[in-house]
């Protein structure tokens, strides 16, 4: 019985110093530096037409501008 304990603090020990080591890890990394940033880029939108790089932006425009998003067109093919 009293083996089996020994074991078991031995390992919880390991445990332990495996987590503290993570732990330190992560803070010396910059893991925690930035936490609003994710946050805050979830709400963005992707295919927002005022971007200008963002190639979903074009074709919506086009399609927009040739009449093809008009409610009576969709599903037509040309």
Do not use: C
């Amino acid at each position: 019985m009293t083996s089996i304990l020994v074991f078991l603090l031995a390992l919880t020990a390991i445990f332990i110093l495996l987590l503290g080591a993570g732990i330190f890890w992560a803070i010396r990394s910059g893991q925690f530096d930035d936490m609003e940033g994710p946050a805050q880029r979830i709400l963005m939108d992707d295919d927002d037409p005022l971007i200008p790089h963002n190639p979903l932006s074009r074709d919506k425009k086009s399609r927009t501008m040739q009449g093809d998003a008009q409610p009576e067109n969709i599903g037509k093919s040309k």
